[in-house]
C-alpha cells in the first residue's frame, strides 16, 4: 500500500522536475586546462606594409577545442618585420621582409607559427563588385583585392583609403561601405598611399530611384474600446528613408472577431476584446506592413472639466467642455472624449444642453443642476462616468 | 510568483478547521524521502552555466506543538522547529562547450519553523497543508570535471517550504505521515577555483514518510 502511494506521489514530482528553467549556457568551459594553441592563416606569406588576421585554437586537454583568437596574446620574433597593433585580435602588419615566428599565448600555453613577410610591391588594386548599382539610401560593400609583383592577389579592402569621386552621389566609409546619396553615377576610389607612386582602383557605382523597404501603418492606434474606429493609413517607407502613401492597399485584420478593418480605406472597428493584427498589401512592392491592434474593457470612466482650472459651475449661455477619461482593463488610461455616448439626467429645468458639434460639451440654458454622463458599450457591459453642473444666473 | 505561493501557502496555513475535541501536545517527529533537486542555472560575469542532479536523499527531524483543540481561535494544527539534511549528486555540467564528466555533491542542512493546518475530521487520516521559513546551509562539494575541479564552496541563505500531505493515526500517540514538501533557498552565491563568483539556485521537490510521537 505505501509503496503504490509513494510511487503515486512520485510520478508527478518527476514531471514537476521535468518543467524546470531551460538555459542556453554562455560560458566557456575554462575549467578544463589549455594545453595546445594552433595558430593559422590564409596564407604563409604576406608583401611587407600589409595586414593579415591569424587565428588560433584552443585545445583543451583533447576534451575539446575552441576559437581562442581574441583571448590570446599575439606577438612576433621580430617586431620589426611583422608586428600586432593590438596583440589581442590577431592581425598582423608586414613592416619590412624576412621570416618571422608568430605566438599566441594564453594561460601558460604557446603557439608557434612560421611566416614570411616578403617584399612584393603592390602593382594594382581591382575594386569589386564593377559596375554596381545601389538605390538612392542604400548601400553598397566593395572590396579591394590587390595584385602584387610576385603574381600574390590579395584582400587588401582594409589597407585602402576608399574615397567617392563624387559625394553628392555616393559616399563611402572606411571598409569599402558606399552610400547612395542622389541619383547618378559615381567612381568608388581604393588607394594605397604605402608605396610611391600610389596605386589606385575604382569601380563605377551608379544610383538608382529609392526602393521600398517597407510598409508602415500609422497612426499607431491606442487601446481601442468596443466599437470604437480607427482609420490607419499605409506608407511605403523608401531607402532614402522618405514614406509616400500606398493608393491602394488591401486590408485585412488576423482576427475579425476582435476587429474588423475595411478592406479598402483601412478603417478599424473594434469588436472584442483582444488583439489582432492588421495588414495592409501593397501590390505595387509586394510587401505588407502590419499594427497590433488591441481592443482593451473600460474599467471606469472620471468625468471632469477639459481644464483643469475650471470648476463645475457655469453662467446661463456659458459652455463647458468636458473631458471622459477611461481607466481600461490594463490600467491604462486614454481620453475618450470623442468616442464616448454623452447623456443628461436630473436636468431640473432644463439647466444645460448638450452641445451636438462638440462631444462632451454642455451649455447652461437655465439656473439647475444637471448630471452629464459619459457612456461606453450597451447593457451589461456599459460603463459611465458622471459630472454634477450647475448653472448660475 | 513565489511570494504568491508563500502567502497563499500562510492563508491556508493558517485556516481553522473544525476539530474533535483534543488536547494540544508537543511532539517529535522523524521523515525521510526523496528529492528531486531541479536543474540550476548559474549565473557570473563570465557568463552562464548549468549544474544537474541525480535523485538524492532527506532526513529530517522535527519538535513541535500540536495544537489540536487547546486553541479554538487559531485553529487546528501544528508548529514545529525541523532540522533536515539533504544531498543530490551532481550528474552533468553544461557549458559552451562539452564537459568532461561531472562530480561531486550538493548538500543542504536547514533549520526551518513551520506551521502547519491540519483537518482533523476524518480521523485517522489527517490531511494537512504548512509553510515553512528558516536558514540552511548549502554546500558545493567538491564539484570537479574529470581531474579538474569546478567549485567547493558554501553559502548559507534564507530558505523556505511549502508542505502537503497527510497523516494516519496509528495509536494515540503514533502518526505515520506521508507528505510533499517544496523546499527552496534564495540566492545561493559561490566562488568558483578560478575566483569567479557566480549566482546560483536551489529548488527541490521532496517526498517524504515519517513517523511522530507525541509526549
Known amino acids: 500500500m505505501i509503496k ?5 506521489c512520485l510520478l508527478p514530482l518527476l514531471l514537476l522536475a521535468a518543467c524546470g528553467e531551460d538555459s542556453d549556457p554562455t560560458r566557456n568551459n575554462d575549467f578544463v586546462p589549455l594545453t595546445g594553441i594552433t595558430i593559422d592563416s590564409a596564407r604563409g606569406d604576406i608583401p611587407f606594409g600589409f595586414t593579415i588576421q591569424f587565428t588560433a585554437e584552443g585545445d583543451f586537454s583533447g576534451a575539446f577545442s575552441r576559437d581562442i583568437t581574441t583571448d590570446a596574446t599575439w606577438s612576433s620574433s621580430d617586431p620589426a618585420l611583422l608586428t600586432f597593433d593590438d596583440p589581442n585580435r590577431g592581425l598582423g602588419r608586414g613592416v619590412a ?5 608568430v605566438f599566441a599565448n594564453l594561460n601558460g600555453a604557446e603557439g608557434i607559427f612560421s611566416f614570411t613577410v616578403s617584399n612584393a610591391t603592390l602593382q594594382s588594386i581591382a575594386v569589386t563588385p564593377n559596375p554596381a548599382g545601389v538605390a538612392k539610401g542604400g548601400t553598397q560593400r566593395f572590396q579591394a583585392i590587390g595584385t602584387f609583383s610576385d603574381s600574390l592577389t590579395l584582400d587588401i579592402t582594409s589597407d585602402v583609403t576608399w574615397s567617392s569621386a563624387g559625394v553628392t552621389i555616393a559616399t563611402v566609409e572606411a571598409g569599402g561601405l558606399a552610400k547612395g546619396v542622389d541619383l547618378g553615377s559615381t567612381e568608388i576610389i581604393a588607394t594605397y598611399s604605402g608605396i610611391t607612386p600610389a596605386v589606385t582602383g575604382a569601380a563605377t557605382l551608379t544610383v538608382t530611384a529609392p526602393s521600398v523597404t517597407g510598409i508602415r501603418l500609422s497612426p499607431e492606434p491606442p487601446i481601442l474600446i468596443v466599437n470604437e474606429t480607427w482609420e490607419l493609413s499605409a506608407l511605403r517607407v523608401l531607402s532614402d528613408d522618405t514614406t509616400e502613401p500606398v493608393a491602394s492597399a488591401v486590408w485585412s485584420s488576423s482576427h475579425t472577431n476582435i476587429a474588423t478593418v475595411d478592406a479598402a480605406t483601412g478603417v478599424v472597428t473594434a469588436r472584442a476584446v483582444g488583439t489582432t493584427t492588421i495588414s495592409a498589401a501593397d501590390a505595387v512592392s509586394g510587401l505588407t506592413g502590419t499594427a497590433t491592434v488591441t481592443v482593451g474593457a473600460v474599467n471606469s470612466i472620471e468625468v471632469t472639466p477639459a481644464v483643469t482650472t475650471d470648476d463645475q459651475i457655469i453662467s446661463i449661455g456659458e459652455s463647458l467642455q468636458l473631458r471622459a477619461t477611461a481607466t481600461m482593463s490594463n490600467n491604462t488610461t486614454r481620453d475618450i472624449t470623442s468616442v464616448a455616448t454623452w447623456t443628461l439626467s436630473n436636468n431640473q429645468t432644463q439647466a444645460v444642453s448638450l452641445d451636438s458639434a462638440v462631444r462632451g460639451r454642455v451649455i447652461g440654458n437655465a439656473a439647475g443642476v444637471a448630471d452629464v454622463t459619459a457612456n461606453v458599450g450597451t447593457g451589461d457591459q456599459r460603463v459611465s462616468g458622471t459630472i454634477r453642473i450647475t448653472v448660475t444666473q | 510568483m513565489k511570494n504568491m505561493m508563500l502567502l497563499a501557502g500562510c492563508l491556508l496555513a493558517l485556516c481553522s478547521t473544525s476539530a474533535l475535541a483534543a488536547e494540544g501536545g508537543f511532539y517529535l517527529g522523524l521523515h525521510g524521502g526523496g528529492v528531486i533537486l531541479e536543474g540550476v542555472k548559474n549565473e557570473s560575469r563570465e557568463g552562464d552555466f548549468n549544474f544537474e542532479f541525480d535523485p538524492g536523499w532527506l532526513a529530517g527531524a522535527t519538535i513541535g506543538y500540536d495544537l489540536r483543540d487547546t486553541y479554538p ?3 487546528t494544527g501544528r508548529v514545529e522547529l525541523e532540522v533536515a539534511w539533504r544531498t543530490n549528486d551532481l550528474d552533468k555540467l553544461e557549458f559552451l562547450q562539452p564537459s ?10 536547514s533549520v526551518m519553523l513551520n506551521t502547519i493546518g491540519e483537518y482533523r475530521e476524518n480521523l485517522p487520516w ?3 497543508i504548512g509553510v515553512g521559513a528558516g536558514v540552511a546551509r548549502i554546500t558545493l562539494d567538491n564539484f570537479t570535471q574529470g581531474a579538474y575541479p569546478l567549485v567547493d564552496d558554501e553559502d548559507t541563505v534564507f530558505a523556505y517550504q511549502f508542505l502537503a500531505g497527510f497523516g494516519y493515526q496509528v495509536s494515540s500517540r503514533v502518526y505515520l505521515d506521508l507528505g510533499y514538501r517544496y523546499f527552496a533557498l534564495l540566492d545561493p552565491t559561490f566562488t568558483d577555483v578560478t575566483g569567479v563568483k557566480f549566482d546560483s539556485e536551489y529548488a527541490t521537490h521532496n517526498v ?8
Do not use: H, K, Q
Request: zero cysteines; hydrophobic letters at 40%; glycine letters at 18%.
Open chain 1, 4 to 8: 503504490r502511494m509513494l510511487g503515486i
Open chain 1, 97 to 101: 621582409p624576412g621570416p618571422v615566428t
Open chain 2, 73 to 75: 481561535n487559531i485553529g
Open chain 2, 100 to 109: 568532461i564528466g561531472a562530480s561531486g555533491e550538493t548538500t543542504v542542512a
Open chain 2, 126 to 128: 489527517l490531511p494537512y
Open chain 2, 208 to 215: 517524504t514518510l515519517g513517523a511522530r510521537f507525541d509526549f
